[in-house]
T-cell receptor, first 115, second 114 residues
Framework: GAVVSQHPSWVICKSGTSVKIECRSLDFQATTMFWYRQFPKQSLMLMATSNEGSKATYEQGVEKDKFLINHASLTLSTLTVTSAHPEDSSFYIC???????????FGQGTRLTVV | KNQVEQSPQSLIILEGKNCTLQCNYTVSPFSNLRWYKQDTGRGPVSLTI?????NTKSNGRYTATLDADTKQSSLHITASQLSDSASYIC?????????????FGKGNQVVVIP
């Protein structure tokens, strides 16, 4: 089946630095990818919808300058957490939608810890 | 109020026993309902996907049911194994706010003990 690869699976960074997370669809093209944040024992919270070749659509309350999204190709979307702070520590998950057949696949997730 | 409610929030079962997880949703109109398994620290992995015309779908020891009239779904795990310990997430797709967004439940946390 289709696979979505997310990298890195975990990262520790210093407060104030930026971290980039990659999301790749390995055997299908995804014009739309999604970025989620998940807190312990909570459901996935949609942060933004990444559209290939155009600007991302951010959910209410999500700072677009804080969480930069780039979807430069049909198989790659990146999320950059800029000037990270400890409160940005979380589990970030991406997903991509395969249109034929219609199915959504999730990446493995990235555990971000800001110290 | 969340559009997808799951119960029980958590449960502990003995290895080899069966269990049933519940999902109630209010998403309407409805496109499809999916069950995912999420291991700790990992992304969700699809178990089943059902459209409104499907009543049941199986994937190995996992059997999902759907009643689109009452907006209820269940996931039955047969002969549980230790590796079934995970969070099971019910996800409903529908034209929410004009987009085909996914509505997520908080998950059923299952712990299988020997």
């Amino acid at each position: 089946g289709a696979v979505v690869s997310q990298h890195p699976s975990w990262v520790i960074c210093k407060s104030g630095t930026s971290v980039k997370i990659e999301c790749r669809s390995l055997d299908f093209q995804a014009t739309t990818m999604f970025w989620y944040r998940q807190f312990p024992k909570q459901s996935l919270m949609l942060m933004a919808t990444s559209n290939e070749g155009s600007k991302a659509t951010y959910e209410q309350g999500v700072e677009k300058d804080k969480f930069l999204i780039n979807h430069a190709s049909l198989t790659l979307s990146t999320l950059t957490v800029t000037s990270a702070h400890p409160e940005d520590s979380s589990f970030y998950i991406c997903s991509a939608r395969d249109l034929n057949p219609l199915e959504t696949f999730f990446g493995q997730g990235t555990r971000l810890t800001v110290v | 109020k969340n559009q997808v409610e799951q119960s029980p929030q958590s449960l502990i079962i003995l290895e080899g026993k069966n269990c049933t997880l519940q999902c109630n949703y209010t998403v309407s109109p409805f496109s499809n309902l999916r069950w995912y398994k999420q291991d700790t620290g990992r992304g969700p992995v699809s178990l089943t996907i059902m459209t409104f015309s499907e009543n049941t779908k199986s994937n190995g020891r996992y059997t999902a049911t759907l009643d689109a009239d009452t907006k209820q779904s269940s996931l039955h795990i047969t002969a549980s194994q230790l590796s079934d310990s995970a969070s099971y997430i019910c996800v409903v797709s529908g034209p929410l706010r004009g987009n085909n967004r996914l509505a997520f439940g908080k998950g059923n946390q299952v712990v299988v003990i020997p």
